[in-house]
């Protein structure tokens, strides 16, 4: 039966964000839903507030709404377009309950929209712990398998307690109800532990329900991914096996695909229950993920549960098997069945099978503890992680090497040399699951652990165990080796050691190891992911690399282009950039090249098989990449290698790929060079005639303190040689530029540390431009709104800019141009200044895609990722403005005055951290980056436009009720005239007593509230962080002052962050947070299209 | 320190295919030489299964999934009394099992039952060339079997190809048994041993049905002598078109009008005794993840496969034959091969795969129930 005919527009839900637990794998999924619904001809109309998704591209679905992902918004877009039905399940956990909250207000059925993909009673029967385990129960009492842990409900603390003597006592397993990745979920081993995470957990659940469990740590946990149709066939796509065993979120845990340590009647019996379940739930058109825990003593079946959408996991088995989960649910959900919808890769055969692998493939997760330092690292049932990486190889060993050196993380491959420090400590280490932990294994295994000792610390599955083992004598094997044998060598190779590994065992440099590899003839052939392990002719190049015999890449007339992707989603480095890289793709595509993508990140749209004519899904270590240049010469003429787009990763490589002979395309390594080096950029600087901050570097504490002494405090401290804000500090006195040095282990004669003046007060602007060597096309002007020195991925901003004048603008164009032209650069460049006073300081420059690239080019309506392609391979300009890519005239730094204005926001992961006591973590913001993603609010005034950000962000600014000031005493000024405007809408004040003192005399009244250090009062006047435990505080402000009076400030943020209560740590940020509110009171707070954006902006350039 | 195990399980091995290509590697299981027809099969579980299938007696199969040997070998999971396959090709075997219900490994259990294996191939590529020329002859060759590949070659060449080989007979049991009824018995059926495996009994067993298993040379009069409520012919290896014996019987089973139920080869049987011809596909299917769509529900169920020939019957009407108009039921999605026959006029069906399933998916176990209403209908 065909797609029905009674739905003509369908409105899609995107998930947002980025966030711990819901990142790139839904706008990979979203995406796909999107383009294919239209190409079935229906209308559709999208919603997500994130600026750094594909799907929000213009062109992927007719109507593009950038607004926040809640109810209210998602009904004025509902009522404004009016689509027959809403589609929920492809933007993960946000999507889901967005359409419930719709279901039950009342508004789908006033609309008239149908919920397509799951029905809300499917949703319910598989999100609801208590349906779900009637799902079970009805399940095993039909095929008598599965059954689900024994457990309690419970809606109270006394129910908590109550609970565990029911269970049998501790530990018990936590599981708040309705919460996205697991948030709020944990092991209680005791009472204390108990209270404290069933307390959150009751608070985060929104139907306030927690789950205790009886505890299966240690059992092996699996993984299915399943899709049925209206028909009632269902299919399962893919087996995963977790390596670390339960008790770790399957988020954090390296995991494997297909399941490696099932017979087949076990795994039938999981598929059994896995259909069973789906049907039994009731997802009738689409896609569920269903997890199972195994006990490996006697093969009991716990179903844990079952996600009835399109889920992290089902990203990663869609790149694992080539079955594309998310195409085929949006085609499901329109109507058809499996069998009628042709499987992509073969093309002759249905969907409506198995797909089969011939190759191994594992993901391994990226954590970023080490920006959370005060955070306890144990993982757990909650989800940490805020990447992955995948790697497929011919067996295990190759796979999980890749998977780690895809990492890109110091100290993520295993090493076999050094001391390994004590066996007996090191397994005691290995018993707590944290980042790195098969590290740990590793050096145990060094140090002469048994494979039954591994396993009675890890509970790793012996199988795996013995892989590690393999590995470990395949490495004694190549150490003890009288010469690097061709037999040797391609054994280490197959599995899969790098050239580097091989090198610091040998103690030979990695490109000697490379070079005898390359005499011996040693060298990998690329496989192709087909779904069917060779069955049937594959026609889609989507590769990997194994040490085998026959390669499967096929020669090609049309020169490539070769596009460097980012690597692992990690703070600092994601979406945007693979936002970049795909664009980069369609524009060099277009533009008549065959485009071929490399990248091991496993959420992204880049590593969608359709997206380029060619996907390597490879490590992007040096030595990965020159393989596969050299696999794609072999097959015909490569015009170039794209490393300016996929962010810090591809960037560190230019260097070394261009010494290798590698045709780097755009800006060249020497010009990164000169943008990159702290004395080439002062060189460029100083030729243009433009002004740094004032720095200096030092190895000692007095050579900091003389800088210091000289700039003035305060400065700006950090190692020379780190990366996105790591370790960098403001400091504000000599006593803790005295400690931050001692403290900082990172500081040697060989490694400096850098001492800039920091500008206080100073107003922070972003740039991004375009430059061909002739020409500048300046994309966009940001404004940020909190002041220099918290990291720009973290502070709010604003294009057009909103208190920058044409002055302002003028200078910054010309300064722009002048480091475009004396760096070299040809494609894109990312200028940091601040204004400070009158002076314009540059603060830095970076030669490549900005993390801002999307957000700019989405504000501005104009494609500079696909403009800086076309550059990079020699058009200019003048050619893209003639051509239409760019504006006929004028540029980003022009922009009408009715222009609309648009508010980036930055989303902050604070929720997902607590220290080993298991308290918050602090949410003040500084100079390194902890954002994990963005999003946009746009209109046609910033009050509105900062409103929309914050409901997207965060949830909506309160419009009235009761807020909180504490401020430190340098914001005490600025505070006022805000506070005044908060009691004009109507805010009752509190505020601590100095600030309430402040607001007194300025003839503000605050209710005088006690500090949490003050304690409860005489008369139980609670403090103001009981206060806001117990929902009674609508909005905190909270400007935080070095160290001094951090204790309290940091109650208070911690608890904002448990209560969800919006909390502004920065007086700009009330000063925005100010004029939203105002336009929220204001009459109504429309919706509009970016495609309406866009044709307003054209007409109005035109 | 733990010592190593690698380097002592370094013999050379080689696989050499009828066309003259050939594969390097190392010896897996026992040392020395087999000869067979090159098969591949593409299921990433149930290898214990596969090994003990009757089916592949006589056939060199490689392994499409790449770690192989991962979960051991148990004392449950056989499909015989013995490994059929003449010889295993597998890229990754595992070096040591892990599973609770493990008793040892695979490599010790291929040594013991004397398996020549062959490891650490390019296996795909092994495939893509079985895909592109066919299933045809090949020989594995380890430690002093190896000689010089002309030589080598000659003697695949030599060997009998697999169409036009009577080979159901050699599997078949040779004494007559029975499988009792799980619970309370309904029904008894004969069934036919060409090669059949351990589960199909069982599978009719826990429906309540007694299945006597009767050897391939069993008679009409054998048959009929257990008084069967059914009728089932079993799986089994070798060329269809040389299956006489067991076409006759079936006949005289057809004339009877008793409920039959054949799979596989039994399908094949079928075809051949309504006058269809059968042919040799080129590569055959082998795998659990098969697309069937039964025709009759409009319904798609996922099967697990090992067939190397097929019945050529017309998909696109109803055929009329001696016992009346016949239809094919069931076909494969993914080439549209005939993967089942039923009878409109009387009660005798068949399918070309496994609903026995093992290994396998489930999806099609409601084909025994069917045989259970034919029986039932038979009576009432």
Redesign the interface.
Same mark, same amino acid.
């Given at each position: 039966m065909p797609k029905r005919t009674d739905i003509q527009s369908v409105l899609v839900i995107g998930s947002g964000p980025i966030v711990i637990g819901q990142a790139a794998e839904f706008d990979y999924s979203g995406t796909q839903a999107c383009r294919i619904l239209r190409a079935e001809g229906l209308r559709v109309i999208l919603v997500n507030s994130n600026p750094a998704t594909i799907m929000t591209d213009p062109e992927i679905a007719d109507a593009t709404y950038v607004e926040p992902i809640t109810p209210e918004f998602v009904e004025k877009i509902i009522a404004k377009e009016r689509p027959d039905a809403l589609l929920p399940t492809l933007g993960g956990q946000t999507a889901l309950n967005t359409a419930i909250s719709l279901h039950e207000n009342g508004a789908l059925e006033k609309y008239g929209v149908e919920l397509i993909g799951a029905k809300p009673e499917a949703i319910h029967k598989g999100e609801d712990r208590d349906l779900f385990k009637a799902v079970v129960e009805a399940v095993n009492a039909k095929i008598g398998h599965g059954e689900s842990a024994r457990s309690v409900i419970c809606h109270s603390m006394d129910d908590v307690l109550k609970g565990v003597d029911e269970l049998g006592g501790y530990p018990v397993v936590v599981r708040p109800s309705f919460t996205m990745g697991g948030a709020g979920s944990g092991f209680a081993h005791d009472e204390e532990e108990l209270r404290r995470i069933a307390g959150q957990g009751l608070t985060l659940s929104p139907t306030t329900e927690v789950l205790l469990e009886e505890s299966i740590l240690g059992w092996k946990e699996y993984e299915l991914e399943l899709m049925r149709d209206k028909h009632d066939n269902v299919v399962v796509v893919c087996s995963i096996e977790n390596f670390d065993p339960m008790g770790v979120h399957t988020g954090d845990s390296i995991t494997v695909a297909p399941a490696m340590t099932l017979t087949d009647r076990e795994y039938q019996i999981l598929r059994d229950i896995g259909i069973a379940v789906i049907r039994e739930v009731g997802v009738d058109t689409g896609g569920c993920n269903i997890q199972f825990a195994v006990n490996p003593e006697d093969g009991r079946v716990i179903v844990i549960e079952m996600n009835p959408r399109v889920s992290r996991s089902s990203a990663l088995a869609s790149k694992a098997t080539g079955f594309p989960i998310a195409k085929i649910a949006a085609k499901l959900a329109v109507g058809y069945t499996l069998d009628e919808i042709p499987n992509d890769i073969t093309q002759e055969t249905p969907a409506s099978f198995e797909p089969t692998l011939d190759y191994v493939v594992v993901k391994a997760p990226r954590f970023a503890f080490e920006k959370f330092p005060q955070a306890d690292s144990t993982l757990t049932t909650t989800m940490k992680s805020v990447g992955e990486a995948m790697a497929i190889g011919r067996n295990f060993p190759e796979a999980f090497q890749k998977a780690l050196r895809s990492l890109e993380k110091k100290g993520s491959q295993f090493t076999f040399v050094g001391e390994t420090g004590d066996k007996d400590a090191l397994l005691r280490e290995a018993v707590r699951p944290t980042d790195g932990r098969i590290n740990t294994v590793m050096q145990a295994i060094r140090a002469g652990a048994t494979p039954e000792e591994i396993f009675e610390y890890t509970k790793i599955d012996p199988w795996f165990v013995d892989q590690l083992f393999l590995i470990k004598e395949i490495a004694d094997e190549l150490a003890h080796a009288p010469e690097l044998t061709s037999e040797l060598l391609a054994d280490a190779k197959r599995h899969g050691f790098s050239d580097q590994q091989i090198g610091e065992i040998r103690g030979l440099r990695e490109d000697v190891v490379r070079e005898v590899r390359h005499t011996l003839g040693i060298r990998p052939v690329y496989k192709t992911v087909d779904t069917c392990a060779a069955e049937f002719a594959a026609r889609t190049p989507y590769f990997y690399s194994a040490y085998d015999e026959e390669s499967e890449v096929a020669t090609r007339e049309k020169p490539a282009v070769i596009i460097l992707g980012s690597g692992p989603n990690r703070i600092g480095q994601g979406i945007e950039f693979d936002y970049s890289c795909v664009h980069a793709s369609f524009a060099l595509s277009d533009a008549g090249y065959e485009t071929v993508m490399v990248n091991c990140n496993p959420e992204t749209v880049s590593t969608d098989y359709d997206t380029s004519d060619r996907l390597y899904f490879e490590p992007l270590t040096l030595e990965d990449v020159l393989e596969i240049v050299h696999a794609e010469q072999q097959a015909g003429p490569v015009a170039g290698v794209i490393v300016q787009l996929g962010g810090q990763t591809p960037l560190g490589l230019s260097q070394a790929l261009k010494d290798n002979g590698v045709p780097i395309v755009g800006t060249s390594p020497e010009a990164i060079h000169a943008a990159e080096d702290r004395g080439a950029f002062g060189r460029v600087l100083a030729e243009a005639g433009l002004p740094a901050p004032k720095h200096g570097t030092a190895t000692t504490f007095a050579g900091a303190k003389a800088i210091a002494d000289e700039i003035g405090y305060p400065v700006l401290v950090r190692p020379s040689y780190v990366l996105g804000g790591r370790g960098m500090e403001i400091v504000y006195d000599e006593t803790r530029l005295a400690s931050y040095i001692a403290e900082s282990t990172e500081i040697s004669p060989s490694r400096p540390v850098l001492v800039d003046r920091f500008l206080d007060d100073a107003i922070e602007i972003d740039v991004d431009a375009l430059y061909d060597g002739e020409e500048l096309y300046l994309g966009g002007v940001m404004e940020h709104i909190e002041e220099a020195g918290i990291h720009s991925g973290d502070s709010a901003c604003a294009l057009p800019p909103i208190t920058l004048g044409g002055f302002d603008i003028k200078r910054l164009r010309a300064s722009t141009e002048a480091i475009a032209k004396g760096v070299g650069v040809r494609g894109l460049i990312n200028i940091q200044f601040a204004m400070a006073g009158d002076i314009l300081y540059v603060l830095e420059a970076n030669p490549r895609a900005s993390r801002t690239v999307p957000f700019t080019s989405k504000a501005t309506a104009v494609p500079l990722a696909k403009a800086a392609a076309r550059i990079s391979l020699g058009a200019t300009i003048a050619e893209l403005r003639a051509e239409g890519l760019l504006p006929a005239n004028g540029d980003g730094g022009e922009l009408p005055l009715d222009a609309p204005i648009s508010v980036k926001e930055a989303v902050m992961p604070w929720s997902r951290f607590r220290d080993i006591q298991g308290r918050g973590v602090d949410t003040v913001l500084g100079p390194e980056m902890r954002s994990t993603g963005e999003v946009m609010g746009i209109d046609s005034v910033f009050g509105t436009a900062y409103a929309k950000s914050q409901a997207g962000a965060y949830g909506p600014l309160p419009t009235k009720g009761r807020a909180f000031i504490s401020v430190a005493n340098r914001d005490k000024r600025s505070m006022i005239f805000p506070a005044r405007e908060l009691v004009a809408h109507g805010f009752e004040l509190l505020a601590t007593s100095g600030t309430a003192e402040v607001l007194k005399r300025n003839g503000i009244n605050a209710t005088v509230v006690r500090k949490q250090s003050e304690g409860t009062g005489p008369n139980g006047e609670r403090t103001i962080v009981q206060l806001i435990h117990d929902g009674e505080v609508d909005l905190i402000v909270n400007t935080p002052y070095g160290t001094g009076g951090r204790l309290d400030g940091y109650d208070i943020r911690t608890a904002a962050v448990a209560r969800s209560v919006p909390c502004l740590t920065t007086v700009q940020a009330l000063a925005a947070a100010v004029q939203g509110i105002d336009a929220l009171n204001h009459g109504d707070v429309g919706v509009r299209s970016l495609q309406e954006h866009a044709e307003h902006l054209t007409a109005a350039r035109d | @320190? /733990?010592t190593?195990t690698?380097g002592a399980a370094r013999v050379p091995a080689v696989l050499v295919l009828e066309d003259g290509r050939i594969?390097r590697g190392r010896a897996y299981g026992a040392v020395g030489e087999t000869f067979g027809e090159a098969v591949?099969s593409?299921? @990433? /579980?149930?290898y214990?299964?596969t090994l003990t299938d009757p089916s592949y007696d006589r056939q060199i199969v490689v392994a499409?999934?790449?770690?192989i040997g991962?979960?051991g070998w148990?004392d449950?999971?056989d499909e015989s009394s013995r490994i059929w396959v003449s010889g295993y090709v597998v890229?990754?075997p595992?070096?040591?099992?892990?599973?609770?219900?493990a008793k040892r490994s695979l490599d010790d259990e291929l040594v013991a039952q004397g398996v020549v294996g062959i490891s650490g191939?390019?296996?795909?590529?092994l495939?893509?060339h079985l895909?592109e020329r066919g299933s045809m002859r090949a020989g594995v060759f380890s430690g002093e079997a190896i000689a010089p590949e002309a030589e080598l070659l000659e003697r695949v060449q030599a060997q009998p190809r697999m169409k036009g080989l009577s080979l159901y007979e050699e599997v078949a049991a040779k004494e007559a048994y029975v499988v009792p009824a799980i619970g309370e018995k309904r029904f008894t059926v004969a069934a036919i041993d060409l090669g059949i495996k351990g589960m199909t009994p069982h599978r009719m067993a826990e429906r309540g049905i007694e299945v006597h298993v009767l050897p391939a040379t069993a008679t009409a009069d054998d048959i009929y002598a257990v008084a069967p409520d059914g009728v089932f012919f079993s799986n089994g290896p070798g060329d269809p078109a040389t299956a006489d014996g067991p076409v006759a019987l079936m006949t005289a089973v057809l004339e009877r009008r008793t409920p039959l139920f054949g799979i596989c080869f039994g399908n094949q049987i079928l075809g051949r005794a309504l006058g269809f011809g059968t042919y040799k596909l080129k590569y055959g299917h082998r795998?659990?993840?098969?697309?069937v769509?039964d025709r009759t529900t409009?319904?798609?169920e996922?099967t697990a496969h090992n067939h190397g020939f097929a019945v050529d019957a017309p998909l696109d009407q109803v055929s009329e034959t001696t016992f009346g108009r016949a239809e094919v039921s069931h076909v494969c999605?993914?080439?549209n091969v005939v993967e089942g026959l039923q009878l409109l006029d009387q009660p005798a069906f068949s399918v070309q795969y496994h609903p026995e399933?093992?290994?396998?998916?489930?999806d099609a176990a409601y084909l025994f129930d069917r045989f259970v209403s034919l029986m039932e209908g038979q009576r009432a």
């Open positions: - | @320190m /733990t190593s690698r594969f591949f593409t299921g @990433m /579980t149930g214990q299964e499409t999934a790449p770690q991962n979960t148990n449950e999971d890229r990754d595992a070096r040591v099992p892990s599973n609770w219900r191939i390019d296996t795909r590529a495939t893509r895909r795998g659990i993840n098969q697309p769509q409009g319904k798609v996922v999605l993914n080439d399933a093992a290994a396998g998916p489930h």
